[in-house]
């Protein structure tokens, strides 16, 4: 009998469970689902003016016990002596490690350990950046310190001759990297002429002096000529009483800002050679693009994701994927912040596939301007650039940072508010016009770092080769 029960009570169970699902309910087809729209505001960031004119944008957040700030200069390489390109970078870098008239480098180095704080400096193209990182119980003395390195850096005679030292050691090994190569000798064509295209030579560095770095910092660094972007764990009122009090007596001073030229937009096309022997060609082409006022924009960013700048591009999908002309292989309209941008299409590939490469990759920004996307490609590129949208608001100190530069860059009002409808906004027709107008296949500058006795077909198929020394630091 217990064992006729072994046998039978599996059966039993199994029945009565069939029973009970037989009674619940079915779920529902997933691919009738509904769901109500995201919505998604954007954090707002307060901004402030102080007493000197500094402008300060805030923002509170309580998770982390930390504090960042980040001080945005209106300076910019873009303002070097022709002859002395360069002084710009070594004024960023020399403020900081330079130490101030205060405290001399080496005990501004041991405090900020010891308080596991940071504090940055450099100078780019047409800005320049202080930075500050420090738990909030340090933050008065960190602040104090940040203070010291943006009004009274000491730029030590020691430490500007081994910055130099170290500019200099870079441009020696400048020719190094085939990439780097094809990335400035693109960028020095297309904007020859102007302060974007120059690069620091070891002949401008070697005439840099220390009196030259004083002279640089007292035209730029004063409080009504930066933006203070602060995010963390503090009050508004106390922080505020902090920065007013930390900058006071540093006064608002008249600066000179001259006019800069947009560049020239009449570049001709032209194919470059950077020989070196080597079994990879690296393999730029492009020309100028548009800046962040530019009508077109959104529509140009659908196009370029399509393109050249999704893992599903036109580029990736044919040169990688179909043909394995190349492991990476990209394009993307630089958008100019405040001169015209480029728009640059990029790969490395084999020296025997660098002829074929570039044609294949020329045939398919051409594609862009013959014929209207299809309706799979334009939801896939709108639906990504929405998506990853948010993304940029996962940090308080990105996210009052990129309020700062919206301001520091002169950006229309309501502009990340509109982005995303503007980017949905975008048609097939929108993309072929804007393609029509802003790719230019036949007039790009291609510019190619590689071994020409590997090449599978001479250069000179793409037009008038014209050969570049490599040089180091000359």
Known sequence: MRKRLGIWLPIVVLCTLAAGCATAPLPADPRTLTYAPLTFTIPKSERVELANGMVVYLLED??????????????GSIYEPADKVGLAGLTGAVMRSGGTTVLPPEKLDSELEFMASSIESSIGADAGNVSLATLARNLDRTLDLFVQVLRQPAFREDRVALAKKR????????????????????????????????????ATVEKISRDDLVAFHRRFYHPNNMILAVAGDFKRDELLAKLNAAFSGWERQTVDLPPIAQPNPDVKPEVLLAPKEINQSAIRMGHLGIDKDNPD????????????????????????????LAYNVDSYFDIGRRFTGLFIAETETKSESTAKTIALMRSIITGMITAPV?????????????????????????????????????????????????????????????????????????TVVGDRKKFDQPLSTFGQVRELKLENGL
């Open 62 to 75: 309580h998770e982390l016990p930390l504090v960042n700030m980040t001080a945005s200069i209106r300076t």
């Open 297 to 324: 924009l959104y529509a140009i960013r659908v196009m370029d994701y399509i393109l050249g700048g999704g893992f599903t591009s036109r580029l990736v999908t044919e040169v990688r994927s179909n043909q394995g």
């Open 374 to 446: 299809t309706d799979q490609e334009l939801a896939l590129a709108k639906d990504s650039i929405v998506n990853s949208f948010l993304f940029g608001f996962t940090k308080p100190d990105v996210i009052v940072n990129q309020q700062a530069r919206l301001e520091y860059y002169a950006y229309p009002s309501g502009y990340l508010e509109n982005y995303r409808d503007r980017i949905a906004r975008v048609t097939k027709e929108d993309v072929l016009r804007a393609a029509r107008q802003y790719l230019h296949p036949d007039a790009m500058v291609i």
């Open 167 to 202: 500019s200099i050691e870079g441009l020696r090994r400048q020719n190094d990297d085939p990439k780097g190569v094809a990335d400035r000798e693109l960028r020095k064509d297309v904007y020859a002429g102007h302060p974007l295209g120059r690069y620091p030579t070891i």
